[in-house]
């Protein structure tokens, strides 16, 4: 059975750091997986962040976080990590990971087949 758990969610200031871990299990990520990281703001639509493809090792960061948010991978713990530094207000949402059999990156949330439950990030002062 595929199952995926974040954590690593919580409350921090402006400028503050977070990392999440979304750990893995019934799979391995070390085998044509792509690991993607997602979002939703209440009242927003759901957001990609951040993805990682265990194939290649290839990532993709949104404009929005670029800069900020570093995407990792541990084979050895089936764990994908997102850290976040210098958060904002406007990064206050539920994050999700999400995984998907491909050999590549992919962005399109409707492809990805297993799903998380989710960890909330607030950033507020």
């Known amino acids: 059975q595929v199952q995926l758990v974040e954590s690593g969610g919580g409350l921090v200031q402006p400028g503050g750091s977070l990392r999440l871990s979304c750990a893995a299990s019934g799979f391995t990520l070390d085998y044509h997986v792509t690991i993607g990281w997602f979002r939703q703001a209440p009242g927003k639509e759901r957001e990609g962040v951040s993805c990682?493809?265990?194939?290649?090792?290839?990532?993709y960061y949104a404009d929005s976080v670029k800069g900020r948010f570093t995407i990792s991978r541990d084979n050895a713990k089936n764990t994908v990590y997102l850290q976040m530094n210098s958060l904002k207000p406007a990064d206050t949402a539920v994050y999700y990971c999400?995984?998907?059999?491909?050999?590549?990156?992919?962005?399109?949330?409707?492809?990805?087949?297993?799903w998380g439950q989710g960890t909330q990030v607030a950033v507020s002062s």
């Open positions: 990682i493809s265990s194939t290649d090792g290839s990532t």
């Open positions: 999400a995984a998907v059999k491909a050999w590549t990156i992919v962005t399109v949330a409707t492809v990805y087949e297993y």
